[in-house]
């Protein structure tokens, strides 16, 4: 390098001049520190001198030593040159780390010092060698040179487009998931520079994983903030590039895309709608998309182009899955023209793969439990379940395909699971007489169908129990075909859950019904299937507690037909169900089992009477014949004191045996009101006709029975209780003992006057008997015994 000579230094700066001039006296400065020097002279109030004669200047007027400046530039160009041949000399992997620390410096220096040293880096080849310092053992040599080829890009494109050539951007991505926080933000830093460029931004957006950690960065707590803004920025220079915003939708970025849906030229729109369709979106996300664009996708829906409407249909489709979305697009209009695309037909009618998805996003807003009778969806103020719609449902249920078929069953399920829209289904479905066909899908092969066929079918039964039992119990086996569902041994699925609740939902007193099922073995199986459960067999599924619900329920179905059918009674004792039943009882938190086995121990009950049997006597002798007061009766042990005869809770079903009463009693405390009414009609066979009823009471009290019946009469939760409880305590007031203790309870005696004065004629009728028992009311037949005479 040549030396710098004294005549290139300004005495005031003491650096080499850039603009030498000269003053009057000849005395050379650089322009920029002669100019501050008159300017400290005029702001303290000096006179203007000469900085190096310190003598008063006539005239401040500069002269340009343009000599001196050539000069000078020549012999800076010339060492320029030396040290950046030096520094290439340098830039190599095996040169000290100090080297190329310094090498990299002083490249940094010159491309800041002018823009035309740039060329110079460019035309020596040194961007290559600088990006091969990226592969350095050193931390420091890398981050430098990310650092320096930053400054070299930096308002260069041709400098941009050579460091964009080869590998070189997969390289400096990979630097963004280093564990080094330095190397991450120059390498941020380098191409959010690169991403200035165009032409760059498809190749960077096509290194595997670039867009995904630039998004996540976005969203990173842990980088700097200065960080977080470059990879923002860069990304928002990526999206110059149609294939970059699909890649920023698909990595959660999806604001981008929505823009273009909402902005761009037609086409731009219906490809970001396509993709948005192809993407799989948490509920979030679904509700953020709904609102930023579910009203532009509906208005390009209601184009009459086919390929925009497929475009929106598919993006619908993606966004309308969740209920909160469901009801934003509601709320924009989705509905009156998915409902026309479904059913116009002709010309302009939508291809069967395009029906299925509007069958598809109809299937999804439907379920969002919305209100469907006041939204209009057609001409003439017709809803959803209006009955001409749900008719055009119907016919398209029974005249398409699969797939359409199991999304309008879908439909219907969603609008029978509300109670503000079930009874209009209902009636259209009862006028169109499609309950029969409906049924069919039960034997269809495909899962998807007979599911929500069961489920629509589930939903109808409380409404129309006893066409539906009618359907099943037809020849075709729709019967068998559910109970096949139920016996399938794949755990507990869905579909056996809607299946056995099916079962559950038909008339128990249909004895055609139930006399198919025990034919068809049926009772056995589920009470197979019960027994499994509780055994620990099959358990696990979030469907367990629907579906022993549905088989506890149904089993209890056998009980209903003691009395007309020999084989249910044959059933209930080979199964020993009584037994069974009492210890669901004890089944906790499941009120529906616990109600129905309450009702099924009521109808076994009732039935021991009528199953005990009757000791034989022995025929008295003759003196006994003749003189009676002379004879003994026959003791005759072993006999149950409640039916006076022999029983056992297999073979009559007594709950004298087993703790089925102390069970009874003790859901007497439920929460649940129509528990407690199940379990007390059961306890109230204890006192019916046809029993020893005194004895009945001395069971009930010895199973600390009475209080909590007397707990029920004063609470009054529901009428039927209040009803039941009447009817009790008439019966145990007639015991003269127990009506003494509760004739100073003021609270039964109010709780009969209230059920007296105000419930229905049949209780009011008991509840006087009752009030009479605790001389609450005089027995005025006693007092004008003659008073009914004519």
Not at 685 to 711: F, N, S, Y
Request: overall charge negative.
């Amino acid at each position: 390098m040549e030396p710098i000579y004294d005549s290139f230094i300004c005495p005031l700066t003491k650096q080499v001049m850039k603009d030498p001039v000269s003053l009057e006296n000849g005395q050379t400065f650089d322009r920029e520190g002669i100019e501050r020097w008159f300017k400290e002279c005029r702001d303290s109030g000096r006179k203007l001198v000469c900085p190096m004669t310190q003598k008063e200047l006539k005239s401040i007027e500069l002269n340009p030593s343009i000599a001196l400046r050539h000069t000078i530039e020549e012999w800076t160009a010339r060492n320029e040159a030396v040290q950046l041949d030096m520094a290439r000399r340098s830039l190599n992997l095996s040169s000290p780390e100090s080297e190329i620390l310094q090498s990299l410096q002083y490249i940094q220096y010159i491309c800041q010092k002018s823009r035309l040293n740039k060329h110079d880096v460019r035309n020596n080849e040194l961007i290559p060698m600088i990006v091969l310092m990226l592969k350095s053992s050193s931390r420091r040599a890398r981050c430098r040179a990310l650092e320096t080829l930053r400054i070299v890009v930096e308002d260069d494109a041709d400098n941009k487009a050579i460091l964009g050539e080869g590998d070189t951007v997969r390289t400096i991505v990979k630097f963004l998931s280093h564990e080094q926080s330095k190397e991450r933000e120059q390498a941020v830093s380098l191409l959010y520079e690169l991403s200035k460029l165009e032409a760059l931004c498809e190749k960077i957006g096509s290194v595997n994983g670039a867009i995904l950690i630039l998004v996540g960065m976005t969203s990173s707590k842990s980088e700097n903030v200065a960080t977080v803004e470059k990879a923002d920025r860069t990304l928002e220079n990526l999206e110059k590039c149609e294939n970059n915003v699909l890649q920023m939708a698909v990595n959660g970025r999806l604001q981008p895309l929505l823009n273009h849906i909402l902005e761009g030229p037609l086409e731009t729109k219906l490809s970001m709608a396509s993709y948005l369709g192809e993407l799989v979106l948490n509920n979030d996300v679904q509700v953020f998309v709904a609102r930023t664009v579910g009203s532009s996708l509906i208005t390009i829906m209601r184009s009459g182009n086919p390929q925009s409407r497929e475009a929106s249909l598919k993006a619908l489709n993606q966004i309308s899955c969740c209920e909160k979305s469901a009801r934003i697009l509601i709320e924009e209009g989705i509905l009156p023209p998915l409902v026309k695309d479904l059913f116009t037909v002709g010309s302009n009618q939508l291809p069967m793969r395009l029906k299925e998805v509007s069958a598809t996003i109809l299937a999804n807003v439907v379920n969002s439990g919305y209100e469907f009778d006041v939204i209009q969806v057609g001409s003439d103020h017709q809803t959803l379940v209006s009955e001409e719609i749900v008719h055009n449902l119907l016919h398209l249920i029974s005249n398409t395909g699969p797939g359409i078929e199991c999304k309008l069953l879908q439909v219907l399920v969603g609008l029978t699971c509300s109670q503000a829209t079930v009874l209009n289904v209902v009636a259209a479905i009862k006028s169109s007489g499609a309950i029969i066909s409906l049924v069919q899908f039960i034997e269809a092969p495909q899962k998807d169908l007979r599911l929500p066929s069961i489920k629509l079918l589930q939903n109808l039964s409380p409404h129309m129990g006893q066409e539906l039992t009618d359907a099943l119990r037809g020849t075709v086996g729709q019967l068998g075909s559910l109970i096949r569902v139920v016996s399938e041994n794949l755990g507990i699925t869905e579909e056996q859950a809607a299946a056995i609740g099916l079962l559950a939902e038909l008339p128990e007193q249909d004895l055609g019904l139930t006399r198919q099922m025990l034919d068809d073995r049926a009772f056995e199986l589920i009470f197979s299937r019960v027994v499994k459960i509780r055994q620990g067999e099959i358990r696990g599924t979030r469907f367990v507690t629907p579906f022993l619900e549905g088989l506890v329920k149904v089993l209890a179905r056998v009980t209903f037909v003691l009395g007309e059918e020999h084989d249910a009674v044959s059933f209930c004792r080979e199964h020993e169900l009584a037994r069974l039943f009492i210890e669901l009882l004890q089944s906790n938190g499941l009120d529906n089992v616990q109600m129905s086995s309450a009702v099924a121990l009521e109808n076994l009950s009732q039935e021991s009477k009528n199953l005990t049997k009757l000791p034989d006597l022995p025929t008295p002798s003759f003196c006994s014949s003749v003189f009676p007061c002379f004879s003994r009766p026959p003791v005759i042990t072993g006999l149950c004191r409640l039916h006076r005869g022999t029983c056992s809770l297999k073979e009559t079903f007594c709950l004298l045996e087993g703790q089925g009463v102390e069970k009874l009693v003790a859901l007497l405390d439920h929460n649940n009101e129509r528990v407690v009414e199940a379990a007390l009609a059961a306890v109230c066979t204890l006192l019916e006709d046809g029993v020893d009823i005194e004895q009945g009471m001395k069971v009930l009290c010895e199973a600390e029975g009475i209080r909590p019946i007397i707990d029920v009469l004063v609470e009054k939760r529901t009428e039927n209780l209040r009803r039941r409880a009447v009817w009790a305590m008439e019966r145990l007031l007639r015991s003269e003992e127990i009506a003494y203790e509760i004739s100073g309870d003021n609270n039964v005696g109010t709780a009969l006057v209230d059920a007296f004065q105000h419930a229905d004629y049949r209780t009011r009728q008991i509840a006087e008997r009752a009030l009479r028992h605790v001389d609450k009311i005089p027995n005025f037949s006693g007092v004008f015994p003659n008073l009914g005479g004519g």
